[in-house]
């Protein structure tokens, strides 16, 4: 699969844009896991215009995680514009997305992101003006409309690509659903389907599993998977499920074959692995901002939070409630580190048992 002249590999996964999670520490933790393509945190156009500070900060990538992707939203088209020739200036990223899917009052309630659903003449527009703007691929992820009676994806993908983005990812629920019930891929499919389409077409939505993934691949017929939700405390996901569809294609079980993949991760790695992206937000944020170290470490570990609380594989500790309480309650790395330590050790007394 190819953007552009980006070559991604066949059957790549893609690592979602979402605010607060996918910031550079924690791309570079999916990436080392197999990701083929990161993106950073969506970024407000007007911020970015306004110079405003933290907006600037999400700009900040570098070669180890490409090829990487900077998501942009707004509603108003020179804004999107400038905004799209600064990130093309100064962060010189593999390519720009636009976001027309994000559902959350904040954004769509004010016209942006899924919000331009209800305005698909300013959708296009601002995707023709942007794709005029920059050199770097133009593509945009949306949803399958505003609600389930407005299910126009079929139509605007053609538009879309028309107006010539070079990939489009589609969510499989509407503005409507938010993120509740579940991902309808058919549709997704029937973009895939339609022999006018020429653009690759990125699934999303409710990927979990290395069987879905195979799934969203052979009965939809996308040409890459995007990974959102499923990836809070699981940056490994991608290698999981790389290694998954390797072996399906290879036939390696069937066969009897030579496998190719490396070692699966143990439970211990994977505990490594949160403690690693633990400290890399607490460096990152003593970096950005400075001064009182220990604010910056509380910060760290707030930041990490939703990582532990998500991540499976503390599912394996009997009566683990309390202990879940005391982890999500730590403040300092003093109190944090011998939880974690002694979540280890159970764990390894619960594989023994």
């Known amino acids: 699969m190819k953007i552009g002249n980006i070559d991604l590999g066949e059957r790549p996964l893609f ?10 520490g924690f791309r570079h ?42 998501q942009i939203y707004g509603r108003d088209v020179p804004q999107m514009v400038e905004a799209a020739q600064i990130v093309e200036a ?7 997305d636009l976001n ?35 050199k770097v691929p133009v593509t945009v ?5 505003w609600n389930k009676e407005q299910l126009i994806i079929t139509t605007l993908a053609e538009q879309l690509q028309d107006c010539g983005i070079q990939a489009l990812t589609i969510h499989g629920r509407t503005r409507s659903q938010m993120y509740t019930g579940d991902a309808d891929w058919t ?12 653009i690759p077409i990125i699934g999303n939505g409710d990927i979990t599993t290395p069987e879905q993934a195979r799934q969203a691949f052979e009965r939809y017929g996308v040409d890459a998977v995007m990974i959102g939700r499923a990836t809070f405390g699981r940056p490994w996901v ?71 609380a998500a991540t499976p594989i503390f599912k394996g500790i009997p009566d683990f409630r309390q202990t879940r309480i005391a982890m999500l309650r730590a403040n300092t790395l003093e109190e944090l580190l011998p939880i974690l330590e002694h979540c280890r050790q159970r764990l390894k007394e619960s594989e023994l048992s």
Do not use: W
Request: hydrophobic share 40%.
């Open 187 to 198: 549709l997704i499919g029937e973009v895939k389907q339609n022999p006018r389409i020429h």
């Open 90 to 96: 100064e962060a010189h990223p593999d390519v720009i």
């Open 238 to 308: 991608f290698k999981e499920i790389t290694e998954y569809l390797r072996q399906k294609s290879e036939g390696a079980e069937e066969r009897g074959g030579e496998r190719t993949e490396t070692p699966a991760l143990s439970i211990s790695d994977k505990l490594d692995i949160l403690i690693e992206q633990l400290h890399i937000n607490i460096e990152r944020i003593n970096a950005i901002k400075g001064g009182d170290m220990r604010e910056n470490e509380y910060r760290g570990i707030l930041h990490t939070r939703r990582h532990l």
């Open 100 to 134: 027309f899917g994000c559902p959350v009052k904040k954004v769509a309630g004010k016209g942006a992101g899924a919000g331009m659903l209800q305005n698909i003449p300013l959708l296009l527009e601002i995707t023709r003006e942007v794709v005029k703007a920059v």
């Open 141 to 145: 992820k949306t949803r399958l409309g």
């Open 29 to 70: 933790l999916c990436k080392r896991y197999g990701a083929a393509m990161v993106y950073t945190e969506f970024v407000s156009a007007e911020a970015l215009v306004r110079s405003i500070k933290s907006t600037v900060s999400k700009l900040t990538i570098d070669d180890a995680e490409r090829p990487v992707g900077i």
């Open 15 to 24: 690592l979602a844009p979402m605010e607060d999670v996918t910031d550079i």
